[in-house]
């Protein structure tokens, strides 16, 4: 049986994703003789060159030495996902795009001359190709390794494009809005979370950022009557996904109608 190589790869982020991935590890046991890790600095010193089979690439890009080094990352690897809200629609530092980070630079560091970073914090697709993409704040370690498992046996991980709002029908939640007036994104977010914070009777605030095709503007009014002010909607579309076109329009706009 051949042995895969996996490299594990951190840009900007809080390494939360790559934690819940350490957090699987009486599952990864039945995985390894099939995995090699060639690079996860969060878990090993080991650190082999390329090329890799598989390459799981958390937090967004924000330095130009990043830059360099995911085409590097993309030259090397058979196949590349992108793990987490960071990764895939630029996480919540992606709130700079919005402002002068400049003005950031010169009120946090003594010389900021030093600094060497972006204006704007990016998704990892912005850059290189993306074969999958795990989203949310962090990833969901059911999803995390089924595509695992999927992958190393060739076959495409079956991940979901609809909304939160059919995983919380799959396990029979009772909508947290229509039967308790909670506001909640669930309508416009992607699944694969299995609508975990409606099932414990919060609304979902969208790490998993936007489903395909969202209609938002039909949801604004029902956000309203549930108590939202303009500020709190504004507020709720710039967190983990903010960056994504979606969600970064209602920023930008800075209205909910």
Not at 107 to 131: F, Q
Not at 176 to 191: D, K, R, S
Request: charged share 20%; with cysteine.
């Amino acid at each position: 049986m051949s042995v895969a190589t996996l490299a594990v790869w951190k840009f900007t982020s809080c390494d939360g994703c790559q934690l819940t991935l350490l957090d699987c590890e009486d599952e990864l046991l039945t995985l390894a003789d099939q995995v090699r890790i060639a690079h996860f600095t969060e878990a090993s010193s080991v650190a082999e060159s390329g090329p890799y089979d598989l390459s799981l690439v958390e937090g967004s890009i924000t330095t130009p030495d990043q830059l360099r080094r995911i085409a590097e990352i993309r030259a090397h690897s058979r196949i590349l996902v992108a793990i987490g809200a960071c990764a895939t629609h630029g996480g919540i530092q992606a709130l700079r795009n919005f402002a002068d980070v400049a003005e950031f630079t010169a009120a946090v560091y003594a010389s900021p001359a030093h600094i060497a970073t972006l204006s704007d914090s990016t998704p990892i697709s912005a850059h290189v190709p993306v074969d999958f993409e795990l989203r949310g704040c962090p990833i969901d370690r059911r999803q995390l390794l089924d595509t695992l498992c999927a992958l190393l046996a060739g076959r495409k991980p079956d991940i979901p494009n609809t909304s939160v709002c059919t995983e919380c029908k799959r396990r029979g939640t009772t909508c947290v809005t229509v039967a308790e007036g909670i506001p909640c994104l669930g309508p416009v977010t992607q699944a694969g979370c299995g609508a975990l914070c409606p099932a414990h009777h919060r609304g979902c605030y969208g790490c998993f950022g936007p489903m395909a095709d969202p209609d938002i503007h039909a949801l604004l009014p029902i956000l309203r009557v549930n108590g939202m002010s303009t500020d709190d909607i504004d507020r709720v579309f710039t967190t983990f996904a903010c960056a994504a076109p979606e969600f970064a329009q209602r920023s930008r706009d800075g209205s909910a109608d």
